[in-house]
């Protein structure tokens, strides 16, 4: 994705557009791109100050300065450096200290041998004097060397570079609100499981022709965290514009002195085609994972698997577990949503969901930082709140399932 600094866009009034890419514009990128990809793979095995070094003798005209930089910045992206092999902040202990000690040792007027320090300590280490020196600063962002790069054609990123500019604004959002629709249920579910991966604060409705609107806290309505959670926003974008039709509206702080502007993107069709997505444990956050993995290890009566089903109560509003429990010889099912950190609003729509009238036994995690009880859903309700310190429980999760069931038989 793009930083807000490599972004085209312009304001007027009260609304922030974006300037996405013309015909010519878009060919230029598309050179550019061919140009830094070659000189990328060229690179393969030097460090990052050279690749960059490198792209810096492309010509670029100054006002195409801008479009270049974006262009480096998505191929840089995709570049896999690697970490220095030995650990040079203890490399430079040991040669500095060497140093300090033969300084000290040295008869007064007596020259310093910078080269017999280098070789000593190399072969304490049994390496040579020129490898130890290039490997001293090897922890430096520019000595980082190039291993790799992901496969992307200069076309592809062409095409996705307007994508990219809106990843870059949605950066400095308070809130986006997200209309989108699907022919394929698969997509939509798609979308909401990224949604949570990404832990993005988040609430959805269904809406008239079988859409969704999707409410979603930007960074900047927090106080902290503002950059990673500003990725993980950008990061949904892609998910969004996968569906077949759909519409952002952001409130978003632009500019130096950060003013509220409003941001809209749209695009898609009603006839585009979707490939359908399987869940699975690979499209869950690592807390969830590990819970699946631990309730289906054993050979207890409850087995558990990735949920695809979306829990829509018409007027109330919906959710999206993660996963679903199902007994081994009765075949009741219950739900599992994890709620975790996200915040105490969330926790209380779910509450207010069930209490509603939700016609499924659902089991919510809550992490105690919330400050939720678990009194807080009746025991005449088919829904349920396990609220956990640190890690969630597989035993203690199955124990809540169990007495959801014993509560509310089918």
Same mark, same amino acid.
């Given at each position: ?15 922030? %557009? ?41 010509? @670029? ?8 930089? =974006? @262009? ?5 992206? %995709? ?17 500095? $200290? ?33 490898? *130890? ?6 922890? *430096?962002? =520019? ?32 809130? @986006? ?34 859409? !969704? ?13 503002? $950059? ?24 978003? *702080? ?51 698997? #990735? ?7 018409? =007027? ?34 779910? @509450? ?30 088919? =829904?349920? *709140?396990?609220? !956990? ?5 597989? %035993? ?8 959801? #069931? ?5």
């Amino acid at each position: 994705m793009l930083t807000a600094d490599l972004v085209t866009a312009r304001r007027r009034g009260s609304e922030l %557009r974006l300037c996405p890419l013309d015909e010519a514009a878009r060919a230029r990128v598309e050179d550019l791109a061919q140009a830094y990809l070659g000189i990328a793979r060229a690179c393969v095995g030097q460090s990052r100050d050279d690749l960059e070094a490198a792209w810096d003798a492309i010509p @670029v005209a100054a006002h195409e300065q801008r479009l270049a930089g =974006g @262009v480096r910045k998505l191929i840089a992206d %995709r570049c896999v450096f690697s970490a220095p092999a030995t650990d040079p902040v203890d490399l430079r202990r040991q040669l500095f $200290t060497a140093a300090h000690a033969a300084r000290r040792a040295l008869p007064a007027g007596s020259p310093f041998d910078r080269g017999a320090i280098l070789q000593a300590v190399a072969a304490r280490r049994d390496t040579g004097a020129v490898d *130890l020196e290039a490997r001293l600063f090897a922890d *430096l962002h =520019g000595a980082e060397r190039l291993c790799d790069i992901g496969a992307i054609s200069p076309a592809r990123l062409a095409a996705d570079f307007d994508l990219a500019q809106a990843q870059g604004i949605l950066l400095r959002a308070v809130r @986006v609100v997200a209309e989108v629709r699907a022919a394929d249920p698969a997509a939509v579910r798609a979308l909401f499981r990224k949604l949570k991966f990404l832990r993005l604060l988040h609430n959805i409705v269904a809406t008239a022709r079988g859409g !969704y609107r999707i409410e979603i806290d930007g960074p900047f309505s927090m106080f902290q965290s503002v $950059t990673r959670y500003g990725l993980q926003l950008a990061l949904a974008l892609p998910a969004i514009a996968a569906c077949d039709a759909w519409r952002i509206e952001a409130e978003v *702080l632009w500019g130096q002195q950060r003013l509220p502007v409003k941001f809209m993107w749209k695009g898609g069709t009603e006839r585009q085609a979707v490939t359908p997505i399987s869940p699975d444990a690979s499209s869950l956050p690592d807390d969830v994972a590990g819970l699946l993995a631990d309730v289906n290890q054993g050979d207890g009566v409850w087995r558990a698997q #990735v949920a695809s089903e979306v829990l829509d109560l018409p =007027g109330a509003g919906l959710c999206i577990p993660d996963l679903v429990f199902q007994h081994r010889e009765t075949g009741q099912r219950v739900f599992l949503e994890v709620l975790g950190f996200w915040s105490r609003e969330a926790v209380w729509r779910r @509450v207010e969901l069930v209490r509603a009238g939700l016609p499924h036994r659902i089991l919510f995690a809550v992490s105690k930082q919330l400050r939720v009880s678990e009194a807080a859903l009746d025991d005449d309700l088919p =829904g349920g *709140l396990y609220v !956990y310190s640190r890690v969630i429980s597989a %035993r203690a999760v199955l124990n809540r399932i169990d007495q959801l #069931v014993a509560r509310n038989p089918v």
